[in-house]
């Protein structure tokens, strides 16, 4: 069965502090996206990965970061926690880009930052 | 420019009625595919059906179909048969082809909830 990991389900930080939420994939897929999703918002994309060490700004990429070592896994990063940034994160993945390609998502990161 | 938009923040239905949920789209993309995600409250997206542009045919799948007006540019997502499981957030999106392998972009959602 294939299958999107995200490492937590809940998380809750403080203010200021560095924040690292994981996503793992065993699908061998190309691309991997985070979106956040906030009530009345629907889904935004943070940011992208269409490859190994690539990265692309997505509508939201403010405040975060990604990186991409190894092609399952796709880590977003929140380099100073703020409030704002507590949200529902959805890593999700798919294969290269046919228009038919539909995404994998994840479970979902609910993050709290205090 | 919002490119997918979802007009019902929120819907009733009654069990075994059918109901049809809204979205349009704004794209000067010639191909492109459009989506539909079912989001039921232990947050798992679950993919439901697909309509790509050049499709002739509206997409089904069981209780799912795609109303698809291009030239209105909408496709909306049409569920029969209401069960109470079908109650959730629903989100369309689509997907932009000639510009590159753009990726998903979403709408806001509709809940959906349905009556016994």
């Known amino acids: 069965d294939v299958k999107v990991t995200q490492s937590s389900r809940y998380l809750v930080k403080r203010t200021g502090e560095k924040v690292f939420l994981e996503c793992v994939q065993d699908?061998?897929?190309?691309?991997m996206f985070w979106y956040r999703q906030d009530p009345g918002l629907g889904l935004r994309l943070i940011y992208f990965?269409?490859?190994?060490?690539?990265?692309e700004k997505g509508d939201i990429p403010e405040g975060y970061s990604v990186s991409r070592e190894k092609k399952e896994r796709f880590s977003l990063i929140l380099e100073s926690a703020s409030t704002n940034q507590t949200s529902m994160y959805l890593c999700?993945?798919?294969?290269?880009?046919?228009?038919?390609?539909?995404?994998?998502f994840g479970s979902g990161t609910q993050l709290s930052v205090l | 420019a919002q490119k997918i938009t979802q007009t019902q923040p929120g819907m009733f239905v009654q069990e075994k009625e059918a109901v049809t949920l809204d979205c349009t789209y704004d794209?000067?993309?010639?191909?492109?595919?459009l989506f539909w995600y079912k989001q039921p409250s232990s947050g798992e997206m679950i993919f439901l059906i697909y309509?790509?542009?050049?499709?002739?045919q509206n997409a089904t799948e069981g209780r799912y179909s795609l109303n698809f007006q291009k030239a209105r540019k909408s496709a909306n997502l049409v569920i029969s048969a209401s069960q109470l499981g079908d109650s959730a957030m629903y989100f369309c999106?689509?997907?932009?082809?000639?510009?590159?392998?753009?990726?998903?972009?979403f709408g806001k959602g509709t809940r959906l909830s349905v009556i016994a």
């Open positions: 990965s269409y490859d190994v060490k690539m990265k």
């Open positions: 794209t000067s993309d010639p191909s492109y595919g």
């Open positions: 309509q790509g542009s050049y499709d002739q």
């Open positions: 999106a689509m997907r932009e082809v000639n510009s590159g392998n753009t990726p998903l972009v």
């Open positions: 999700a993945s798919s294969s290269s880009g046919s228009a038919n390609e539909k995404l994998f």
């Open positions: 699908m061998d897929h190309e691309n």
